[in-house]
């Protein structure tokens, strides 16, 4: 599956409109162009959802959100969907304040939003929004049975398919849900991994890949690529300055039967 994922990938091509968070803006350009994707950056209103309508896949991320940048965002998102375009949304904090909640809300209410991807806080923070905790029974569980409780949740609340990222990931869509593994704690010393793995989320939706599917594409991928740049730096007795590099190379040299061979992940159904 994988393999034939990322030969799409890099097959098409995808233009990849991100409206990114502009601490990892430079970091998620280059994983994009790493991976075989072609990335564009625009964030002002004047333009956002023109390029919006001619891209392969949009990428909204509420990193460090101003009034500017969520005008813009809704204006792309609202262009892509009059196109059948994906949005891959990232609610970067969304708990932390009233104000990024009410932007994720009023993104999620354009019914838009194809893939949210978020960690446990982030994604427990929006069911929570959305009073849909019925029939959950911890959304702070950490065990692999609550997390995939959660994202299911959240998918079916919105409509859309989530990626909930973590000690392991987990995809889910319409009763289907997928856990992947891998990875390694370095990358949590990265500025910009979670946002690189949203940017590749719209890199696979962009070639074409089903929502569930390419989210678990873009997490098998960057889990792979992940622990080969820690590997490497730790035989070289470096740090997470050369692991950032590293990461890079690893996305640009891995190959399709690699991703295949070297991935773990199991689909639930």
Request: include cysteine.
């Amino acid at each position: 599956m994988l393999a034939n994922y990322l030969q799409q990938l890099k097959d098409q091509a995808p233009l990849v409109h991100c409206i990114t968070n502009p601490v990892t803006m430079n970091d998620c350009a280059n994983l994009l162009l790493a991976c075989g994707a072609s990335p564009i950056m625009a964030q002002d209103e004047h333009e956002t959802a023109e390029i919006a309508a001619r891209a392969g896949a949009l990428v909204i991320n509420l990193g460090v959100p101003d009034p500017a940048r969520l005008r813009a965002s809704l204006l792309a998102v609202r262009a892509a969907g009059e196109k059948g375009i994906p949005v891959v949304l990232d609610p970067v904090g969304v708990g932390v304040s009233p104000y990024r909640m009410a932007a994720a809300r009023e993104l999620l209410a354009t019914g838009g939003i194809t893939l949210i991807r978020g960690n446990l806080a982030e994604v427990c923070a929006l069911v929570q929004s959305r009073a849909a905790a019925r029939g959950v029974d911890s959304l702070e569980k950490l065990e692999p049975e609550g997390r995939r409780q959660v994202a299911e949740v959240l998918s079916r609340e919105t409509g859309a398919a989530v990626l909930l990222t973590g000690p392991a990931d987990v995809a889910a869509l319409e009763g289907r849900t997928l856990t992947i593994w891998g990875g390694d704690p370095w990358m949590g010393r990265i500025t910009g991994c979670g946002c690189m793995l949203t940017a590749l989320c719209g890199a696979f939706l962009g070639a074409g890949i089903p929502p569930v599917e390419a989210a678990a594409s873009a997490s098998a991928m960057m889990a792979l690529c992940g622990r080969k740049a820690a590997d490497q730096a730790r035989k070289q007795g470096l740090g997470t300055g050369s692991m950032r590099t590293f990461l890079l190379d690893a996305a640009c040299l891995i190959t399709p039967e690699e991703l295949e061979k070297e991935s773990r992940y199991e689909d639930h159904g």
